[in-house]
């Protein structure tokens, strides 16, 4: 089997790669050698290779004129039906044959009826529902924010914090973290903001389990609310 160049395929459609190579005249199977039970024989051996995309070449190409067949998946030149059965065992035969399955299957599904489409919007509104974030819980996550502010303006009453991600947008789930990011003065270095900000973070009774990761590209602070139990990520840029 040989791989054909790729600049060949890139010029021409696939049907026409191994039509028009540079060909050696003559059959590329001589039939007429064939008793006809070993020509049936080959007629029902190539019609089962055709459900695996495996052609007889109309011409034998001149770079490999032992060649007798094509893989139009695999682009790859065969020289028996033995080689072609071997072939369609390859992994990466399979994965391709599985690929082409699948997108026809899909190709040919009929489009879903009234009710079909219905039942879809009622199972995402019960997901949305159960797992989704509420404006309840967004209320929540803006409290939480607040609590912490409040914590930090003990020792740092210049700085702010800002809710974004799921928080901000809703589109979350109600164990999404908490991504908040803290806004401060020019004044002060984010080294020693980051410092304060764990420092009040673990002598606070509203947070638990603080744990910092500063040399990360962003440097993060992650820690729980007590009352939640809502694992809030602080992102300081
Ligand atoms: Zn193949």
Same mark, same amino acid.
């Given at each position: ?9 890139s010029?021409?459609? &696939? =049907? ?5 190579? %540079?060909?050696?005249d ?6 007429? *050698? ?9 007629? *029902?051996?190539?019609?089962?290779? /055709?459900?695996?995309? @495996?052609? &007889?070449? =109309?011409? *034998?190409?001149? +770079? ?7 893989? /139009?998946?695999?682009?790859v030149? #065969? ?6 059965? $071997? ?8 994965? +391709? ?9 899909? +190709? ?9 489409i219905?039942? @879809? ?15 309840? %819980? ?6 939480i =924010?607040?609590v ?11 700085? +702010? ?19 908040? %990011? ?13 410092? #304060?900000?764990?420092e ?7 947070? #638990? ?8 590209? #962003? ?7 007590? *009352?939640?139990s809502?694992?809030?990520?602080c992102?300081? $840029?």
């Amino acid at each position: 089997m040989k791989k054909l160049k790729k600049t060949r395929r890139s010029r021409r459609t &696939r =049907k026409d790669d191994y039509d028009h190579d %540079d060909e050696v005249d003559g059959p590329v199977i001589d039939e007429s *050698q064939l008793s006809a039970k070993e020509l049936l024989g080959l007629q *029902q051996a190539e019609e089962r290779l /055709k459900r695996d995309c @495996i052609y &007889r070449l =109309k011409k *034998q190409p001149r +770079s490999y004129p032992s060649a007798k067949y094509a893989c /139009k998946l695999c682009d790859v030149l #065969i020289e028996s039906v033995a080689f072609a059965h $071997k072939h369609i065992k390859e992994k990466r035969h399979k994965k +391709s044959i599985k690929e082409k399955q699948e997108e026809q299957m899909l +190709s040919t599904l009929p489009p879903p009826t009234a009710s079909q489409i219905k039942a @879809i919007g009622v199972a995402i509104e019960n997901v949305v529902q159960e797992f989704g974030l509420s404006n309840e %819980d967004l209320e929540k996550r803006l409290n939480i =924010k607040t609590v912490m502010e409040d914590v930090l303006h003990q020792k740092l009453p210049e700085c +702010s914090l800002r809710l974004y991600g799921s928080s901000c947008s809703g589109f979350g789930f109600k164990t999404s973290d908490i991504n908040i %990011d803290i806004q401060f003065p020019a004044s002060m270095s984010q080294p020693d903001v980051l410092l #304060i900000v764990q420092e009040s973070l673990q002598n606070s009774e509203s947070f #638990i389990e603080v744990d910092a990761d500063f040399h990360t590209r #962003i440097p993060v602070l992650v820690c729980r609310e007590k *009352q939640r139990s809502l694992l809030s990520l602080c992102v300081f $840029k």
